[in-house]
Nanobody, 116 residues
Framework: VQLQAYGGGLVKPGGSLRLSCAAS???????MGWYRQAPGLERELVAV???????NYGDSVKGRFTISRDNAKNTVYLQMNNLKPEDTTVYYC????????????WGQGTQVTVSS
């Protein structure tokens, strides 16, 4: 299973970006989500979505970011609105394979830079 993330880039404060992450291969996925990690800081949960559609967000992005998924395409999306300079970092997507053999897979990371 491989994850390919798309959609990072440079955007001005207040702007929007949409990240996508597609998982290749035949796999039953439970959770899909995004983390981010700035140099020297702890990894931070951005958002996660369960197979049934329930979601959870990090406090710093609530109300600005929206996570969604397309189960038929094994793809997770992150719509990021009202971006702030402090959102600048590398974003990593992940999936959690469903039981009976749960396992976490990570994408390669995509850079998001918010700057005027």
């Amino acid at each position: 299973v491989q994850l390919q993330a798309y959609g990072g880039g440079l955007v001005k404060p207040g702007g929007s970006l949409r990240l996508s992450c597609a998982a290749s291969g035949s796999i039953s996925i439970n959770f899909m989500g995004w983390y981010r990690q700035a140099p020297g800081l702890e990894r931070e949960l951005v958002a996660v979505i369960a197979a049934g559609g329930s979601t959870n967000y990090g406090d710093s992005v609530k109300g600005r970011f929206t996570i969604s998924r397309d189960n038929a395409k094994n793809t997770v999306y992150l719509q990021m609105n009202n971006l702030k300079p402090e959102d600048t970092t590398v974003y990593y997507c992940y999936i959690r394979r469903a039981p009976p053999t749960p396992r976490t897979y990570w994408g390669q990371g995509t850079q998001v830079t918010v700057s005027s």
